[in-house]
C-alpha cells in the first residue's frame, strides 16, 4: 500500500514535541523550563486537522507548562508528558477501540519514538530526525522540526483525504467578504 493510501485513513495525529513541534531546543534557568518556540503554521495546520475531523494529541517525555499551555490553546484531544514510553500510551488508546493502529499517525524525531513509530499506521519523521527514525518513516517532511514539518504532515494528510481543496476554498470564500463563513470541514463531503 502506497503512503498515500496509508495517509487516507488517519482519525489521529499524535505528536511528540521537543524536535516537532519546536526545533528541540530548551532554554532553562534557574527556575526552570524558561521557553520554547512554537511555529505558527504548525497550530493553524493543527487546527485544520480538526476542524476536519482528524484528533490530535501530544506524547512527550517532558513534563512542561509551556506544553500544557500551547496544548489548550490548540484545543489538542489527548496530552500526555513525562511519558518516558510512549508505546504505552499508544497501547491504550488502542485499548480505549475508538482508533485501530491503521487510524493513527505519530511524528517523532529521535531514537525514544522508534517504538511507537514501528507501531503506527502511518510514521511521520520532521527532516532533521534522526536517521534511524527516517529509515522507518512513511513519510519524511522537507522542513524540519519547530520550522513547519507538522504543518507540512497535515497539509499531506488533508490532501491524500480530499480536504485541503475545501479548506481553501472555505479561505477564498471569507476573501470574497463572505465574513461570517465559519471554517469548518466535513470528511462526508468528499
Given at each position: 500500500?502506497?503512503?498515500?493510501?496509508?495517509?487516507?485513513?488517519?482519525?489521529?495525529?499524535?505528536?511528540?514535541?521537543?524536535?516537532?513541534?519546536?526545533?528541540?531546543?530548551?532554554?532553562?534557568?534557574?527556575?526552570?523550563?524558561?521557553?520554547?518556540?512554537?511555529?505558527?503554521?504548525?497550530?493553524?495546520?493543527?487546527?485544520?486537522?480538526?476542524?476536519?475531523?482528524?484528533?490530535?494529541?501530544?506524547?512527550?517525555?517532558?513534563?512542561?507548562?509551556?506544553?500544557?499551555?500551547?496544548?489548550?490553546?490548540?484545543?489538542?484531544?489527548?496530552?500526555?508528558?513525562?511519558?518516558?514510553?510512549?508505546?504505552?500510551?499508544?497501547?491504550?488508546?488502542?485499548?480505549?477501540?475508538?482508533?485501530?493502529?491503521?487510524?493513527?499517525?505519530?511524528?517523532?524525531?529521535?531514537?525514544?519514538?522508534?517504538?511507537?513509530?514501528?507501531?503506527?499506521?502511518?510514521?511521520?519523521?520532521?527532516?532533521?530526525?534522526?536517521?534511524?527514525?527516517?529509515?522507518?518513516?512513511?513519510?519524511?517532511?522537507?522542513?524540519?522540526?519547530?520550522n513547519g514539518a507538522v504543518r507540512e504532515a497535515i497539509e499531506h494528510i488533508l490532501k491524500n483525504q480530499g480536504l485541503w481543496s475545501q479548506i481553501i476554498n472555505e479561505y477564498l470564500k471569507q476573501a470574497q467578504g463572505e465574513e461570517?463563513?465559519?471554517?469548518?470541514?466535513?470528511?462526508?463531503?468528499?
Amino acid at each position: 500500500m502506497s503512503y498515500s493510501e496509508l495517509s487516507k485513513k488517519i482519525k489521529l495525529i499524535l505528536l511528540d514535541v521537543d524536535g516537532v513541534m519546536t526545533n528541540g531546543e530548551i532554554i532553562i534557568g534557574q527556575t526552570g523550563e524558561l521557553c520554547k518556540a512554537f511555529n505558527a503554521m504548525d497550530g493553524l495546520g493543527i487546527s485544520l486537522a480538526k476542524k476536519s475531523g482528524i484528533q490530535v494529541g501530544i506524547i512527550t517525555g517532558r513534563e512542561s507548562d509551556i506544553v500544557r499551555h500551547r496544548a489548550q490553546e490548540l484545543s489538542i484531544d489527548i496530552l500526555h508528558m513525562g511519558i518516558k514510553n510512549k508505546l504505552h500510551v499508544l497501547k491504550d488508546i488502542l485499548a480505549q477501540g475508538r482508533y485501530t493502529a491503521d487510524e493513527i499517525a505519530f511524528m517523532g524525531d529521535d531514537l525514544n519514538d522508534l517504538p511507537i513509530i514501528k507501531n503506527v499506521g502511518f510514521a511521520i519523521a520532521p527532516a532533521n530526525a534522526a536517521v534511524e527514525i527516517r529509515e522507518r518513516a512513511h513519510y519524511i517532511c522537507r522542513r524540519s522540526g519547530g520550522n513547519g514539518a507538522v504543518r507540512e504532515a497535515i497539509e499531506h494528510i488533508l490532501k491524500n483525504q480530499g480536504l485541503w481543496s475545501q479548506i481553501i476554498n472555505e479561505y477564498l470564500k471569507q476573501a470574497q467578504g463572505e465574513e461570517n463563513v465559519a471554517i469548518s470541514f466535513d470528511k462526508t463531503n468528499q
